[in-house]
């Protein structure tokens, strides 16, 4: 199957299972989804048990597409960019001091607390787990790519909460900044298992940081502010033309990035609220609406609608290869590092808006709806299986354990978050 016949595919799964949820599941449109290509991915299974050659050709389906470049280096900057223009501007400026400690605190603590607590569970005899060969920085990873929560899961499902706008503004900004501190950290971490722990000195690890975080966040901003004055200089008359302009700037930005090592990810987000600013400084109209017109924000809209349906169909496909290799034994750390992963992103939550509270005010239980609207996703399964062959079956473990807590933040949180708000 070539890509066309693959893009048509997943166009078309895409469509049928919209209009499925749409008109008898009636769920959240991330979760019925989800929903429906688990069920998919399960009768394939069945079906497979049957005829073999049924589930080898559905099994070689999902491999003809490496999900990992797909998702980082096609996928995510769009559906980024389009959340990006989407966040209320000055409410983020305005407390740009809570967002940056809730995503850079929360990541950095749940990533250690998680990576501590799988490697301690590792070490134990009871889980029969210390064959694996797992070592702490590869815990570590794990915590590192589990510990971001998935914005574009996170924005479908805060839309439709009814949310206070600076409420909403939190949980959405925190959502896109902790995503890019997250790949970096993790970035970093494989950086030290690929070269050997005693061969990383702290200098390299706060140079490559460093180099990924503030050169990501540089070009972001070089590449807004050019994007502004383009779309400025247009003034609405050609609107093709401003939807060709941010096109060409969102896939500019991963190219570059990859050639200097920088954050493709904070790029991609910073340009996207550097786009979002009022042309005539009016604060109470819609950012990217002002600046470049109705036209512009509802394509980009569209496509974030459709990459979003596509996504979750694939993470719900990807789990065939998985639960092939399932062992039964892992079932019980699966429940562990769930309740592990929300523990911590709790605690990871509570403190920064416990120490901002002495001057700032939150809403009544803010610090719960961030934690339960935490919800994994594509990325966490993207960085999964871009973890290297070297690890063995301690990567299948990985990847279960990813799969465990994004199929549980999405079907069970998700699915909760509502009543929870109310």
Not at 118 to 143: E, K, M, N, P, R
Not at 168 to 196: C, H, P, Q, Y
Request: aromatic content about 10%; overall charge negative.
């Amino acid at each position: 199957m070539n890509f066309l016949e693959l893009a048509t595919l997943l166009l078309i799964l895409a469509s049928v299972f919209s209009i499925i949820n749409l008109r008898l599941l009636k769920l959240p449109q991330t979760i019925g989804l989800m929903v429906l290509a688990i069920v998919l991915s399960g009768s394939v299974l069945a079906i497979g048990l049957i005829n073999k050659d049924f589930l080898a050709y559905a099994t070689s389906l999902t491999q003809q597409f490496d999900f990992s470049v797909l998702l980082i280096d096609v996928m995510l900057p769009f559906l980024l960019f389009a959340g990006a223009i989407s966040v209320n501007v000055h409410e983020l400026l305005k407390d740009k001091l809570t967002i940056i400690l809730l995503a850079s605190f929360g990541v950095v603590f749940s990533t250690f607390i998680v990576g501590t607590s799988l490697f301690w569970l590792v070490d134990q005899a009871a889980f029969g787990l210390s064959g694996l060969g797992l070592t702490y920085i590869d815990c570590l990873l794990f915590g590192a790519l589990i510990a971001p929560t998935d914005p574009i899961a996170v924005l479908a499902m805060v839309k439709k909460m009814n949310l206070s706008s600076i409420t909403e503004t939190r949980i959405a900004g925190e959502s896109l900044f902790n995503d890019g501190i997250g790949v970096v950290l993790f970035l970093t971490l494989l950086s030290m298992k690929v070269e050997g722990v005693e061969n990383v000195s702290l200098q390299s690890i706060g140079s490559l940081f460093a180099t990924e975080v503030v050169g990501g966040i540089a070009l972001g901003a070089i590449m807004g502010f050019l994007g502004l004055k383009l779309v400025k200089y247009i003034e609405n008359e050609y609107v093709e033309l401003e939807v060709l302009i941010t096109l060409s700037l969102v896939l500019l930005v991963p190219v570059i990035s990859n050639v200097f090592h920088f954050s493709a990810v904070l790029g991609v987000v910073v340009m996207g609220l550097f786009l979002n600013q009022n042309l005539d400084g009016d604060k109470e109209a819609v950012g990217v609406q002002k600046v470049m017109g109705d036209y512009v924000y509802k394509f980009w809209h569209l496509l974030d609608e459709t990459l979003n349906a596509i996504l979750f169909i694939l993470i719900g496909l990807e789990i065939i290869p998985i639960l092939q290799n399932f062992d039964f034994s892992y079932l019980l750390i699966v429940l562990i590092m769930i309740v592990v992963v929300v523990v911590s992103r709790g605690i990871g939550v509570f403190i920064p808006i416990k120490i901002l509270s002495i001057k700032k005010t939150f809403e009544k239980n803010t610090a719960l709806i961030i934690t339960w609207g935490g919800l994994r996703g594509g990325l966490s399964i993207a960085l999964a299986l871009n973890l290297p062959s070297s690890l063995g079956t301690g990567k299948d473990l990985i990847l279960i354990l990813s799969y465990g807590v994004v199929l549980f933040t999405i079907l069970v949180q998700g699915l909760t978050l509502k009543k929870i708000v109310k």
